[in-house]
């Protein structure tokens, strides 16, 4: 019965990212999506490893666990840099850059 919340969690996650981009299409909220569409897969996986009685698919579940945990901290960490301003996405300053000089 555990295994139901990890996958309500998805979808609350999953849903979640479908409203946050579209009210904006910032790149800053497209880094946002893609941190939580892999939170969203790590909870799908984790229901899955702990609703599956067969041991071939707890094995895929953490392999697909280990992607969606791999894909958190680097989405959030550019998110973080863009929505700081410590870092700057393609083509976002060359404009401003060109009417300065």
Not at 11 to 35: D, H, K, N, P, Q
Not at 49 to 60: F, K, N, T, V
């Amino acid at each position: 019965m555990a295994w139901v919340l990890g996958v309500l969690l998805g979808w609350i996650g999953l849903l979640l990212t479908y409203r946050g981009v579209r009210r904006s299409r910032s790149s800053e909220a497209r880094l946002w999506a893609l941190a939580l569409l892999a939170l969203a897969l790590w909870t799908w996986s984790e229901g899955l490893i702990i609703g599956a009685s067969d041991p071939e698919l707890r094995i895929l579940g953490f392999q697909v666990q280990a992607l969606g945990v791999a894909g958190i901290a680097p989405f959030f960490l550019l998110g973080a840099l863009r929505y700081s301003g410590l870092a700057r996405g393609p083509g976002i300053g060359s404009a401003s850059c060109s009417s300065r000089s």
